[in-house]
């Protein structure tokens, strides 16, 4: 069985650009969580979506956004990128939404902002 | 200011060696997770605690949740070069969020 894809697995943006990040859960998985790890900290947590509904949201601007579709991919948006925005943008996905399930990371997608 | 606060922030000790890392918290968890990390890579699910006091093993991992639910503890034995990486700790509370710990960094040096 496919884990957690994510796409594409490295970025160079420049400032002021925007940047679409997308995430396959696994088969079956219906909530799609996304972090941002920036080098040397834990992920921080960014949004939450489960059936197709924004369950969360972490302590971002609203230059971030993401959807999540009928097949339950998700898609994880950010405008108006800063040299700040560089990070590792993980997605995880679990079977359900509530917070004993059990979540399993893709390998992320690097984002260099330059 | 980390919701979950994990020590040591790096750790380096010789292969065959015992360690302990830490995961504190002041809130209460519904659930804890521990992950282990490598570069470049996401982090890979190790254990799910849940009830109070419980203590699972793993082969030579030890993890255990305090009897709160606001603090957890991963003990390694006989450590290996292979055992190196990010230990990341993350706590679900009644919301949807699972936050994580800032995470220690494990060297295992042969």
């Known amino acids: 069985d496919a884990g957690v894809t994510q796409s594409p697995t490295h970025l160079i943006k420049t400032r002021g650009q925007h940047v679409t990040l997308r995430c396959s859960p696994i088969?079956?998985?219906?909530?799609v969580s996304w972090y941002q790890q920036v080098l040397g900290q834990g992920p921080q947590f960014i949004f939450q979506?489960?059936?197709?509904?924004?369950?969360g949201r972490g302590n971002f601007p609203d230059r971030f956004s993401a959807r999540q579709f009928p097949n339950y991919s998700s898609e994880l948006n950010v405008n108006a990128l800063l040299l700040g925005d560089s990070a590792l943008y993980l997605c995880?996905?679990?079977?359900?939404?509530?917070?004993?399930?059990?979540?399993?990371f893709g390998q992320g997608t690097r984002l260099t902002v330059v | 200011t980390q919701l979950l606060e994990q020590s040591p922030q790096f750790l380096s000790i010789q292969e065959g060696e015992n360690l302990t890392v830490y995961c504190n918290s002041s809130?209460?968890?519904?659930?804890l997770q521990w992950y282990r990390q490598e570069p470049g890579e996401g982090p890979v699910l190790l254990v799910t605690?849940?009830?109070?006091?419980e203590v699972k093993k793993l082969k030579r991992l030890t993890f255990q949740f305090g009897d709160a639910r606001k603090d957890s503890s991963l003990h390694i034995t006989a450590a290996q070069t292979g055992d190196t990486g990010l230990y990341l700790c993350?706590?679900?509370?009644?919301?949807?969020?699972?936050?994580f710990g800032a995470g220690t960094r494990l060297t295992v040096k042969p």
């Open positions: 995880a996905s679990s079977l359900l939404g509530h917070p004993n399930t059990e979540a399993f």
């Open positions: 088969s079956g998985h219906k909530s």
């Open positions: 979506y489960y059936e197709k509904e924004e369950r």
């Open positions: 809130s209460v968890f519904s659930s």
């Open positions: 605690v849940v009830t109070g006091g």
């Open positions: 993350a706590g679900s509370r009644n919301n949807n969020d699972m936050r």
